[in-house]
């Protein structure tokens, strides 16, 4: 191990995979006035420190109403390439070598928007961004569980064409009410077209959302997860299965999953035997990006570089690469602790 650094340099030097990130959630302020200038389109906020004030959420609602008032700003193509392109650059120099990249294109086309202004934008910026920034991506098209499945079965029919640039198909957005249960047939036509699946679940829901999105959606990947150690029975079908949770520790704090980091469930699910990767969910709105969250988690849980190298070998174990790639990448992970 590096004996020489503090885990602080060993975290922001150490190779990783980023696998939980809406691209809406890394629209920065900054990026939000100039864009909103170019389309002359209004916001009610007057400056930047004005709308980093209105980021105090109570909870995922509180949380999605002014995330979806951000994304309302996006328009043309050239502003989702610009976004993905600012997140990509600054997940590149994060030392993020692979990013699953989730995006919600029913935010955009309720709005009028089409669905190939949104995808050619987003794919336009992660194609440039090999060759700029040396990062890999997937792409994760996601549902959001509150419009409901035949909304969902309607945007998949959107998607269809562009089969060849979506990895997968996902669950956001409002979780109580909204139980995996109610998708099963959009969820089903998708793996029929080759899609792979993963599903928000136990975030604010209880651990029957994880347990059904295994059984019914059939995922392959539970994004956060959290409430699964409440079961255990399920935490170990998903030991057994070696299901990978993609977990956010600022996004928890700042939603008040958890009211501290401390109390956070992640040591107690790396001691259970469970996949776990850490990831930024909405960098721009929690306060931090892959390394922070990192950082933040490593301090209040006092977790040791070695924990953290678990953590980034997890991360390609548990992205959608193939095996050679994930090989690849990995032992770029090794090289790094051993160096
Ligand atoms: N959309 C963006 N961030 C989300 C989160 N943390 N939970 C559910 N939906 C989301
Ligand atoms: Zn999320």
Do not use: W
């Amino acid at each position: 191990m590096k004996k020489e650094l503090t885990v602080d340099d060993f975290i922001k030097g150490i190779p990783k995979a980023e696998l939980h990130i809406h691209i809406e959630g890394s629209f920065e302020p900054e990026l939000m006035f100039k864009i909103a200038e170019r389309n002359k389109a209004r916001t009610r906020f007057k400056s930047v420190e004005e709308v980093r004030e209105a980021y105090k959420f109570c909870n995922l609602q509180d949380f999605l109403d002014i995330y979806y008032e951000g994304a309302g700003i996006l328009t043309g193509e050239e502003d989702f390439y610009e976004l993905t392109t600012a997140y990509l650059e600054k997940a590149a120099s994060q030392n993020v070598l692979h990013s699953e990249i989730f995006f919600d294109p029913q935010t955009h086309t309720g709005r009028g928007i089409g669905f190939s202004t949104v995808i050619d934008g987003i794919h336009g910026a992660v194609t440039d961004a090999g060759g700029k920034f040396g990062i890999s991506t997937r792409l994760i098209m996601c549902f959001l569980r509150d419009l409901g499945e035949s909304s969902a079965m309607k945007t998949l029919e959107e998607a269809l064409p562009y089969r060849d640039r979506i990895t997968a198909v996902g669950l956001d957005s409002a979780e109580v009410g909204n139980p995996p249960s109610k998708f099963r047939e959009v969820f089903a036509r998708a793996r029929e077209a080759g899609f792979l699946a993963v599903a928000h679940a136990g975030e604010e829901g209880p651990a029957q959302y994880v347990r059904e999105a295994l059984q019914l959606l059939k995922v392959s990947r539970i994004d956060h997860g959290n409430r699964c150690i409440e079961d255990d029975e399920l935490t170990e079908e998903l030991v057994r299965r070696r299901i990978p949770l993609t977990v956010c520790p600022l996004s928890n704090l700042r939603l008040k999953v958890v009211n501290r980091l401390e109390d956070h469930p992640l040591r107690r699910m790396l001691e259970r035997g469970l996949l776990v990767t850490v990831n930024s969910d909405d960098p721009a709105y929690f306060g931090g990006y892959i390394n922070e969250n990192y950082s933040a988690i490593t301090r209040a849980l006092n977790l040791t570089a070695e924990d953290v190298y678990k953590l980034a070998k997890n991360s390609f174990e548990a992205s959608f690469l193939n095996e050679g790639e994930k090989a690849e990448m990995s032992a770029r992970v090794d090289e790094y602790k051993n160096s």
